[in-house]
């Protein structure tokens, strides 16, 4: 069987913030300082196929949620050659402020969504705010809106999008959150998303504190292992250790992209 066509896979950091530990896990100390969390989009493009991951927030929305904005995603993506009003096809992981802002500045793409996650956005959790907080009503309209256009391509559980490139329900952190996976030069690679912010949470079996569902984020970490050949070839949503443990692409791109489809250092 011929293997599908190798993505090159790229991690653009365009914001980042201070945590405490027990921002990161369940029964962190409150007072122990925890590890930065970084804010990615991600970009994956084969020789015939280009695919964004997530589309990040804007500069108001940092402000709103006192992070440091360190650049327009769709910045990071032009530098990458990619053009985000052109981009046609857009996978989100879910629909947290953070995934799905900038929406806006891909307006002929076609967004990848998982069904359970448009209904619990939408659904009765959203009246708790405990659930509702990550989410900003006006982008979950907005994903309506893009439903009734046409614009929204539902799955409902794993799908094959084109060879070589799927989509993987996962669950736990909300209701329809997705990995993705994919083949390149170095085997299948996983982007775990918020399957698990950082290293850590599924390495320690530490889980992240917003959360739909507990038993169904760590069922989630067993699933992201059988997707890849080597474990190491997860790639956390959130962890700085990303920027470190990959290269970036050129000198110019230092500290702003790194490329995922290659041994990471440790």
Do not use: C
């Not at 032009?78 to 307006?107: K, Q």
């Amino acid at each position: 069987m011929t293997a599908p066509e190798p993505y090159e896979v790229y991690a653009i950091r365009y914001a980042t913030v201070a945590r405490r530990s027990a921002e990161n896990f369940i029964g962190g100390d409150p007072h122990e300082s925890g590890a930065r969390m970084d804010y990615f989009v991600w970009l994956a493009r084969s020789a015939s196929r280009t695919f964004v991951i997530d589309t990040g927030f804007n500069a108001a929305a940092a402000q709103k949620r006192k992070r440091e904005f360190l650049r327009s995603p769709a910045e990071g993506l032009r530098l990458l050659g990619v053009d985000a009003a052109s981009t046609e096809n857009v996978i989100l992981t879910h629909l947290h402020y953070d995934h799905v802002g900038n929406f806006d500045l891909f307006p002929r793409a076609r967004f990848h969504l998982q069904d359970s996650e448009l209904a619990y956005a939408t659904g009765r959790y959203m009246a708790t705010e405990f659930f509702s907080y990550a989410y900003e009503v006006d982008e979950v309209v907005a994903m309506v809106r893009n439903a009734y256009a046409g614009r929204v391509e539902f799955h409902d559980g794993d799908a094959n999008l084109a060879p070589g490139i799927s989509v993987h329900h996962i669950g736990g952190h909300t209701k329809g959150l997705q990995a993705v996976r994919l083949w390149t030069r170095v085997g299948w690679l996983v982007l775990a998303s918020d399957a698990s912010h950082y290293y850590a949470n599924m390495g320690e079996g530490r889980p992240f504190p917003v959360v739909a569902n507990v038993l169904d984020m760590v069922d989630g970490w067993r699933k992201l292992h059988t997707l890849v050949d080597d474990p190491r070839h997860i790639v956390p949503g959130h962890d700085p250790l990303v920027m470190q443990r990959y290269r970036a692409p050129s000198p110019t791109l230092e500290g702003i992209a790194v490329r995922l489809d290659a041994e990471p250092t440790a």
